[in-house]
């Protein structure tokens, strides 16, 4: 009887009991929501990548994560233990794919389960490709200008390829890596420098190297003066004879810029030689250009020249009047 009793003053009247605890029950929660604190954070997004796949299409840079829980109740929540990322090592087809926004929370967090966490996107689209690898030539930009009269012998790079990595389509497009320009301004000596490989592109990256050691070598400039219209010097020249009209021709010299530039042809730079001539004639004779040895004739006008030769007059010495007269008194 007394079992019956009960349930009899329990059912008695149920719907307005089961109102009055309803509603108690959502008083009980909304007295709880309203202790709660929301606050956002903003993390980069990461991506993690372990398998045969890459990311080929833009990603948002961060993610905005809700933070709520009691301010009163939790520690004060820093920034940086909250971290955000997506996992695509699972993907092994090509194609585009909605992949969750998951989070990564510091031990204390994870020990906290009055705290709710919830990341805005939840999902992000990202469109994925095959990677690969690949090596190309690395390539080194120079700038700058050696000091005047010196010029690059030549420049080589240790090693002389690089690895890199990335998406399929964009690797197999990439024909060189490029390392940071080397500067040779006011050089004149052979040096050596260490020379930084740069990613192609943020898709596509150097596996290695990252440095790349890059020996630049200078030799004194190599010019070419020509000289116009250089009298020619007829050498060994009988004194009887004289030259009726010098012949004149052009020629070219190269050699090192800084001697080249200080050289200026003499009378005798150009010349023929008239040995075992006697007589007066027309003579076609070959030319010879006398330059020092470190320079190198690089072309004439003429192999050989017409001299005209005639003779030489012949000085008569006139006697002076007064000793002619004197010799007549005489």
């Not at 992000?124 to 009269?149: A, F, M, Q, W, Y």
């Not at 010196?150 to 690089?162: H, M, N």
């Not at 197999?172 to 890596?177: L, R």
Request: net charge negative.
């Amino acid at each position: 009887m007394k079992a019956e009793s009960i349930l009899n003053k329990i059912t008695d009247n149920w719907k307005i009991k089961s109102a009055c605890i309803g509603i108690a029950v959502i008083l009980y929660l909304l007295s709880q929501t309203a202790r709660l604190e929301t606050k956002n954070f903003f993390p980069s997004l990461k991506t993690v990548e372990d398998g045969n796949m890459t990311i080929v299409s833009s990603i948002p840079d961060t993610i905005n994560v809700s933070v709520r829980h009691d301010s009163k109740t939790n520690p004060i929540i820093k920034p940086e233990e909250i971290q955000a990322y997506i996992d695509i090592s699972y993907l092994i087809e090509e194609g585009t794919y909605n992949v969750p926004v998951k989070l990564s929370l510091s031990s204390d967090l994870l020990l906290n389960e009055t705290v709710e966490f919830i990341a805005n996107p939840s999902h992000v689209t990202v469109s994925v490709e095959e990677r690969i690898r690949k090596s190309v030539p690395i390539n080194v930009p120079v700038s700058g200008n050696p000091v005047h009269g010196y010029e690059i012998q030549g420049i080589k790079v240790y090693p002389e390829e690089a690895v890199i990595t990335g998406p399929r389509r964009m690797v197999e497009k990439v024909s060189q890596v490029n390392a940071e320009e080397v500067v040779i301004t006011d050089k004149k000596d052979d040096f050596e420098i260490q020379s930084v490989c740069r990613n192609p592109n943020k898709f596509v990256h150097v596996v290695s190297p990252y440095n790349a050691v890059v020996s630049v070598s200078l030799q004194a400039s190599l010019v070419t003066r020509t000289f116009e219209k250089c009298k020619v010097f007829c050498a060994n020249l009988d004194p009887s004879l004289m030259i009726e009209t010098q012949p004149e021709i052009s020629f070219s010299v190269s050699g090192a810029e800084l001697v080249l530039e200080k050289f200026y042809p003499s009378e005798y730079t150009v010349q023929c030689d008239c040995t075992n001539i006697y007589l007066p004639g027309e003579y076609e004779l070959p030319v010879v250009i006398a330059v020092q040895d470190a320079f190198k004739v690089e072309q004439k006008s003429s192999e050989k020249v017409k001299v005209v030769l005639k003779q030489k007059p012949v000085e008569i010495e006139i006697p002076e009047i007064e000793n002619l007269e004197k010799g007549e008194k005489e």
